[in-house]
């Protein structure tokens, strides 16, 4: 299963699945994460999908750059 990071708080990860959300032990998801990072779990614990969370943040760029351009012309 996948699980999106929506935000961390104290040390619960609120995580996002297409089943809803689901709360994540921030001491379970390897050091590194942060907000927006997406994960698979696995057998041996969660680990970061690299590719997904990498075309994640490039496709909200690009939709929070034509919104910008959008409001300039407005």
Sequence with gaps: MKYTIDRIEENIAV???ENGNV???VEK???NVVSGDILIETE???IIDEISTKNAREKNLSLF???KAKGKKS
Excluded: A, S, V
Aim: glycine fraction near 6%; charge should be negative; include cysteine.
């Design 23 to 25: 709360l994540i032990p």
């Design 44 to 46: 041996n614990g969660f």
């Design 15 to 17: 995580c996002e699945t």
């Design 29 to 31: 998801l390897p050091e």
């Design 65 to 67: 750059n034509k919104l």
